[in-house]
């Protein structure tokens, strides 16, 4: 395995840059720049979706639930590496530095843009919808920021279609599944099926469909990965959450079909 894992690392090497530079006092993370271009990216393609469509104060809408998905993918990261943060608890406000959970950052999102829309008395299916594909866009730049931060790597394997040779959290590196580039070309085969589809959906749909999509490659993909992360009676905590997002996503997409 050692001498395939070098072979291997020097034809697909990945340099595990999880700092690119440096402004002024401060490091610039790759994974945060990512991030922000993944936002940038999703705002993007809302903007050009809002255009066409009737519902005023998005932008707005698109602010409260990334301020919820910030505070959301922080409480989930913090909760999941609590054994660090609470030795640490200063730590744990240092965001700068990186470190969300996907879970945790959906759910603060939609529930700040939850709570928009009741407070602004809209209709919350509608502007989830809108959002739909920048959701999955923005997701592909999430797996992009993991392959540069060496985050959500994938288990050993031998080198294959689908395995190169990759690092993991500590930088060493290995013939390991693709989860990142596999993750990434999900994301971006559903956003283009999210905006190619958009028009055809009843209102509600198009978001489920999507997050549905997302939630089923990711749960496929949890079969691959080889970071470390919460079990329950031996099965990834993340794969059970997608794999629960699938089921809800095929409810809420045959109860929005039945409303006309």
């Known amino acids: 395995m050692g001498?395939?894992?070098?072979?291997?690392a020097f034809i697909y090497h990945c340099p595990m840059t999880p700092i690119v530079g440096r402004l002024g006092p401060n490091l610039l993370y790759s994974y945060n720049i990512l991030l922000g271009l993944g936002i940038l990216a999703g705002l993007g393609v809302t903007a050009w979706r809002a255009r066409r469509l009737p519902l005023p104060g998005w932008f707005d809408a698109a602010l409260a639930g990334l301020a919820g998905?910030?505070?959301g993918g922080r409480i989930g990261f913090v909760l999941v590496q609590w054994d660090?943060?609470?030795e640490r608890p200063s730590t744990i406000w240092h965001i700068w530095q990186?470190?969300?959970t996907y879970h945790g950052a959906l759910l603060g999102g939609l529930l700040g843009l939850w709570?928009?829309?009741i407070w602004q008395k809209r209709s919350f299916a509608a502007y989830a919808d809108l959002f739909a594909p920048g959701l999955a866009l923005g997701s592909a730049f999430g797996w992009s920021a993991c392959w540069f931060e060496g985050c959500a790597y994938g288990l050993e394997t031998i080198l294959g279609p689908f395995?190169?040779?990759a690092p993991d959290e500590y930088g060493v590196f290995a013939v390991r599944y693709a989860t990142q580039w596999l993750g990434m070309a999900w994301s971006l085969?559903?956003?283009a099926l999210a905006w190619l589809t958009a028009r055809r959906w009843q209102t509600g749909q198009l978001f489920w469909f999507t997050l549905g999509l997302l939630s089923a490659g990711y749960a496929a993909l949890g079969f691959w990965r080889g970071d470390p992360a919460p079990t329950v009676k031996s099965l990834r905590l993340d794969s059970l959450i997608n794999s629960t997002l699938v089921l809800i996503s095929l409810f809420m997409l045959k109860f929005y079909g039945s409303r006309r």
Do not use: D, H, K
Request: charged share 5%; with cysteine; hydrophobic share 60%.
């Open 69 to 71: 998905g910030l505070i």
């Open 115 to 117: 709570l928009w829309c």
């Open 189 to 191: 085969l559903t956003f």
């Open 84 to 86: 660090y943060f609470g």
């Open 98 to 100: 990186g470190g969300y």
């Open 163 to 165: 395995a190169l040779a």
């Open 3 to 8: 001498a395939l894992a070098e072979t291997a």
